[in-house]
Every structure is written in structure tokens, then in C-alpha cells.
């Protein structure tokens, strides 16, 4: 049974520091893996989809890595600003797992201070 | 093109009563997902429908709990009787066609959620 981690649950950092947030799975069997952003009360927001196939993806100020064999994928948010304070959840889709559910760890609460 | 749409946003039921959940997918999918997340926890995947069909119902509980996705309309998630312990926020999500990897149709997306509150 696939069971996805996500430490630490909670991060508070000043602005403009560097943000890693880290992301494991315990089965390496995945299709793919999925950064989402969740504001209190809110939605999801994906951020990044990194496929299996994939090191690493990008997109403005989001960096995420994936290093499958290891079951282990980071988020890296550069230079971060308080609007970046929000709950970031990550998601696998195995291969295993019968139908295309999505298995998600338990979030990382960031917090970042002006 | 609209996103993925859930309605209510919010809902309030008092023990006992139904609770009827609905989501529109996104324009051009046909394959839709809810995902329940209790107070304090992480999403978990209940349901997953493609139109008139039901692929994988291993995360509904045994009771009470129903979806369906007819051929015209939104996809409905049922709660009869509820009970405290049901209050949550339900999202759905929606994709196209899910593949295996290398293809760009494997990614999900989801709605606003409804928050069900029972008094």
C-alpha cells in the first residue's frame, strides 16, 4: 500500500529565504507525482506535475525534483514572499493502485513572515 | 473554459438528513474523482467514475455513501443519515483520459470543494 510522507508539517521562514519542502512515497511504482498549493478554506492549486520518466520540472520561482528509486521528491521555492503561505500537498498516482487515484501526503503548513 | 465546479460550496445538514454533492468536470472530460478531507487531515480518494460507470469505489465507506455519474448532468456524491464524523470538505477532480505515463493527460483538477458541516 502506497503511503506518502511529507515533513516537515510545518515551516516558518522570513521573506526572501529559500523555501524546501520535502515529499516521500514508500512504493516506486508511480505514473507520476503532483505539487499542489491549498489556501485555508480553498481548493487545490496544481503547481508542477513531474512524470515518471522526469528529473525535475520548473515554472517561475517553483523547482520540484523527483527521484523515484529513492521515493523521495522536494519542492524548492526561491525567494519566498507571504503570499507564498499556504498548505503544499503532494500527490502519486501508482501504478499499482487500481483505477488513477491520487495517494496525498499529509501537507506542509509554510508560513512566511514579512 | 471553465474550471472543474462544485455546488454547494457549502452545506449545512443536521444528523440524520441527506446530503447531495455536485460536480461539473471541466469541458471535455469524462473521468471524475472525489477525494474527502476530514479536519486536520490529508485528502483521501473515495470514488472514481467515468460517465455511467464506477471504476474504483475502494475509499467509500460501506454505508451511506453513494456517487454517480450520469450520461447528462453533473456527477452527484450522496450522504444519507449523516453524522458528525461526516463533516468534511469533498473535493472532485477531473480528467480527460488517464493514461500511463509520458502523456499529458494524467493530470488531475480539482474544484473549490464543499464543506459539509453536520450540526
Known amino acids: 500500500k502506497q503511503e506518502v510522507t511529507q515533513i516537515p508539517a510545518a515551516l516558518s521562514v522570513p521573506e526572501g529565504e529559500n523555501l524546501v519542502l520535502n515529499c516521500s512515497f514508500t512504493?516506486?511504482?508511480?505514473?507520476?507525482l503532483q505539487w499542489f498549493r491549498q489556501d485555508p478554506g480553498k481548493g487545490l492549486t496544481s503547481l508542477l506535475l513531474i512524470q515518471s520518466s522526469q528529473r525535475e520540472q520548473t515554472s517561475g520561482r517553483l523547482n520540484a525534483s523527483l527521484d523515484k528509486s529513492s521515493g523521495r521528491s522536494t519542492l524548492y521555492i526561491a525567494a519566498s514572499q507571504p503570499g507564498d503561505s499556504a498548505t503544499y500537498l503532494c500527490a502519486v498516482k501508482g501504478i499499482k493502485a487500481a483505477g488513477n487515484k491520487l495517494t496525498f501526503g499529509g501537507g506542509t503548513r509554510v508560513l512566511v513572515k514579512p | 473554459n471553465a474550471g472543474v465546479m462544485q455546488n454547494p460550496r457549502h452545506l449545512v445538514r443536521r444528523r440524520g438528513q441527506e446530503a447531495r454533492l455536485r460536480c461539473s468536470p471541466m469541458?471535455?472530460?469524462?473521468?471524475v474523482y472525489w477525494y474527502r478531507q476530514l479536519p486536520e487531515e490529508g485528502l483521501k480518494f473515495m470514488v472514481y467514475l467515468q460517465k455511467e460507470n464506477i471504476i474504483d469505489e475502494s475509499g467509500m465507506p460501506k454505508e451511506r455513501f453513494s456517487a454517480e455519474f450520469p450520461k447528462e448532468g453533473p456527477s452527484i456524491l450522496r450522504i444519507q443519515q449523516v453524522v458528525r464524523g461526516d463533516s468534511a470538505a469533498y473535493f472532485c477532480a477531473s480528467s480527460p483520459i488517464p493514461v500511463g505515463s509520458g502523456s499529458s493527460y494524467n493530470e488531475q483538477f480539482f474544484g473549490p470543494g464543499t464543506r459539509l458541516t453536520v450540526l
Open positions: 512504493d516506486s511504482a508511480i505514473y507520476n
Open positions: 469541458k471535455g472530460h469524462s473521468h
